[in-house]
């Protein structure tokens, strides 16, 4: 049974006048905050203010670069080469870096969002260019990425850490990827069964799938998504389900 687990929330989302708002309070329940880093969502101000936020609540800052997609929010797949992949990761994990490095912190991990992490989840080639970018950046940072899949070995294969990432408020099918947000069951609104999901396998390493059978994944980190009115509500419930259980959220 694990005893301490990381808690991972997307979050600097707004961009201009756009405002996609979260309590600050969402911090004190979390580990690790995933910050947007300007193609799919966030700009250079709410960059420099999530940075600011992390770095009070002494959670862990990773970069989450996505897709440029505004309009889709970065959950529409397109057709890129390993290449472009490459240069847009390495792109977005730099602009973050500026900030953090003027407040005088350090970048803990990766994860990519959205369509670009489901692209890496099964595409070796698109792995590939996602793990070799983060590796040429700074090999000491940890790939987050859905637990499983193909960018886990392509970043493990490299040298990197690599942090097994589920999710709290997702289904999953039974290979182990995400029921897509195109489907009725993607989502799971009962914060009182997403915990008792991810208390199951944290309990038991595994997941109950849609089609009713459970498949094996290792829990490193829990995602919970910042866009959404109720994510501070959920994330104090969560605190206090894995607390009951003896799990601390932390690194």
């Known amino acids: 049974m ?10 600097g989302e707004s961009f201009g006048v756009y405002r996609l708002e979260v309590d600050d309070q969402v911090y004190r329940y979390i580990s690790s905050v ?11 101000n709410v960059m420099q203010t999530s940075v600011e936020r992390a770095q009070a609540y002494q959670v862990n800052i990773g970069a989450h670069p996505g897709l440029p997609d505004r309009m889709g929010f970065g959950r529409r797949y397109m057709d890129m080469e390993a290449r472009e992949v490459y ?13 953090i490095h003027l ?9 990519p969002h959205g ?36 960018l886990v070995e392509r970043g493990r294969k490299l040298g990197l850490t690599v942090a097994e990432e589920v999710f709290a408020d997702r289904t999953y099918q ?5 029921t897509p947000r195109s489907q009725k069951n993607a989502l799971i609104t009962s914060s009182t069964e997403a915990i008792e999901q991810i208390i199951t396998c944290l309990r038991t390493g595994t997941m109950r799938t849609v089609t009713g059978t459970s498949i094996h994944l290792q829990a490193d980190t829990i995602c919970v998504h910042g866009d959404s009115p109720q994510a501070l509500g959920f994330l104090q419930e969560l605190y206090n389900g894995l607390r009951a259980e003896g799990i601390r959220i932390g690194m």
Do not use: P, W
Not at 174 to 178: A, C, E, I, Q
């Open 2 to 11: 694990i005893s301490v687990v990381d808690v991972n929330c997307d979050l």
């Open 34 to 44: 995933n910050i947007a880093c300007g193609y799919h969502a966030g700009d250079h």
């Open 87 to 99: 240069n847009l990761v390495v792109y977005q994990i730099g602009a973050l870096q500026a900030f």
């Open 103 to 111: 407040h005088g912190g350090r970048l803990h991990h990766v994860k």
């Open 115 to 150: 369509a670009l992490y489901h692209m890496g989840a099964h595409n070796s080639t698109i792995a590939e260019a996602i793990a070799k970018a983060v590796y040429d950046l700074d090999t000491s940072l940890v790939l987050y990425a859905l637990a499983g899949s193909v």
């Open 174 to 178: 039974s290979d182990g990827s995400l």
